[in-house]
């Protein structure tokens, strides 16, 4: 069965950190570009970073540049997103997200961020 599951989400202060996991199954994620992307209440989802299957290339938001890290361990199947200096506009739920170009699109459930003092 392909499934993707996150995990590492919950309750920070402003300016601590989280480090997001997105384990693959039935699949194997190396060969797949993987993003993370959040969706805040009444906000749409909105993508935060990606990173390619080819050469590892990464991509950011903005507003999370410098903050935020994503990362794979294909050994693990499993992709990261380091979180660092959460703020409060950070909190959402966030979802990771798999593409191959000959593939359909795989989500995870989702795990809640929430940034609070």
């Known amino acids: 069965q392909v499934q993707l599951v996150e995990s590492g989400g919950g309750l920070v202060q402003p300016g601590g950190s989280l480090r997001l996991s997105c384990a693959a199954s039935?699949?194997?994620?190396?060969?797949?570009?993987i993003g993370w992307f959040r969706q805040a209440p009444g906000k749409e989802r909105e993508r935060v970073s990606c990173?390619?299957?080819?050469?590892?290339?990464?991509d950011y938001a903005d507003s999370v540049t410098g903050r935020f890290t994503i990362s794979r361990d294909n050994a693990k199947n499993t992709v990261y997103l380091q979180m660092n200096n959460l703020k409060l506009d950070d909190t959402a739920v966030y979802y990771c997200y798999a593409k191959a170009p000959w593939s359909r699109a795989y989500w995870g459930q989702g795990t809640q961020v929430t940034v609070s003092s």
């Open positions: 990173i390619s299957s080819s050469d590892g290339s990464t």
């Open positions: 039935g699949f194997t994620l190396a060969n797949y570009a």
